[in-house]
């Protein structure tokens, strides 16, 4: 049996340990939920074995790029790099992410058209209760991979 979303690796352009989304869980038009192992994010880590919290904003970013990876998909486009610009509204509600604990990180497209969007996203425990990190993340789809050099 095939699994229904394909490889992140084939999605995204991360590789080896900065590769931090684990699998895609559900995807819609304006939406993606992915899953990702903290254990996988062990250059991260800080003196007392956590993932620290800020790191969060990547998952979500990372999830971001995997929307963006499965709609191109879907229209039978060639994947394009993007940018991650900023983010506003940033919540943390821990300290940090146990490497054991697996979680859900959800993007939901909330403004703009074009190259430039704006996503809410959240990183949430899957046992449920309030997002441990909550933002909106504004991220530019690149035309060119040049645009993204210094």
Known sequence: MSAPFPPVAELIPHAGPMRLVESVLAHEPDATRCLVDPSRSALFRDGGALVPVWVGL?????????????????????????????????????????????????????????????????????DGGAPLVEARLTVRALTDPAEAAP
């Open 58 to 126: 990547e998952y979500m970013a990372q999830c971001v790029a995997v929307h963006a990876g499965l709609r191109a998909r879907a229209r039978g486009e060639a994947l394009r790099p993007g940018l991650f610009l900023g983010s506003r509204r940033v919540r943390f509600r821990c300290a940090g992410f146990a490497p054991a604990l697996p979680l859900e990180v959800t993007a939901r497209h909330a403004a703009g058209r074009g190259a430039t969007l704006a996503f809410d996203c959240a990183v949430h425990d899957p």
